[in-house]
């Protein structure tokens, strides 16, 4: 049978949260960045739906298209150790491998792109921009801007093998908990979310722990 491994991006991929830092690099009201921290803690906890928080954090954007560059660069920085040290492991395993997550596509694809993750196996948000390119908004026709979003998806491209969730959010483990996935392995190199500690069936310090389970299966 055959393997599909599917990533979150955002404190798994990468060690920190892409929308937030689009954010907060061009804020800087404290109180605004606590929020905007708050809501996204709320979100991964499952404390509040992911809709909202989503829709929550979109409000303190102000930012334009040519600013996704400045950012790209931050993310390209904070690439998940383990990642980058197995980067050999992503690359010869990209076909089975997807990127499915709650973050945007403009801002994941230059970086996982680069460890040979093809862009039709990333589903992720998309910006809405006026005409003078300034973000506006997030599609709301994804099914991924709207809550289990990240089921929606992996239900419509009705894999046929072992589905195989990496993530640190209660977003992944929805996929398991409505059973289209086998198994949900909760990524803890970056974060450790207590509220969700319960609900992976094994705890990944780090992606080494993944591949040796992986090679010895």
């Known amino acids: 049978m055959k393997d599909y491994i599917i990533l979150d991006f955002d404190s798994t991929f990468i060690k920190i949260e892409s929308l937030d830092e689009l954010i ?15 809501l996204t803690k709320m979100g991964m906890n499952g404390e509040i739906s992911f809709q ?5 954090r979109i ?5 334009n298209k040519n600013d996704l560059d400045i950012v790209i660069d931050v993310l390209n920085q904070n690439i998940t150790d383990s ?3 197995n980067k050999k492991f992503i690359q ?18 230059p970086i996982v792109s680069k460890f040979g993750i093809k862009k039709k196996n990333i589903f992720a948000n998309k910006f809405i921009y006026d005409k003078n390119d300034k973000i506006v908004g997030v599609d709301k026709n994804n ?29 992944d483990y929805e996929i398991k908990k409505y059973g289209y996935a ?4 909760l990524f803890i190199e970056n974060i450790k979310r207590k509220k969700i500690l319960d609900k992976g069936d094994f705890l990944l310090k780090s992606l080494d722990d993944f591949i040796n389970n992986y090679n010895n299966d």
Request: aromatic share 12%; proline share 1%; no cysteine.
């Open 24 to 38: 907060i690099t061009f804020i800087r009201d404290r109180d605004s960045l606590i929020k905007i921290q708050n």
């Open 52 to 56: 909202k928080s989503l829709t929550e």
């Open 59 to 63: 409000k303190f954007l102000n930012t």
């Open 83 to 85: 990642f980058q040290k």
């Open 92 to 109: 010869q395993n990209n076909e089975k491998i997807f990127i499915v997550s709650g973050g945007f596509f403009e801002l994941i694809y």
């Open 143 to 171: 099914p991924l801007s709207k809550n289990n979003g990240k089921v929606k998806i992996i239900k419509s491209l009705n894999l046929d093998g072992n589905v195989i969730v990496i993530g640190d959010g209660y977003t």
């Open 182 to 185: 086998n198994k949900f392995y």
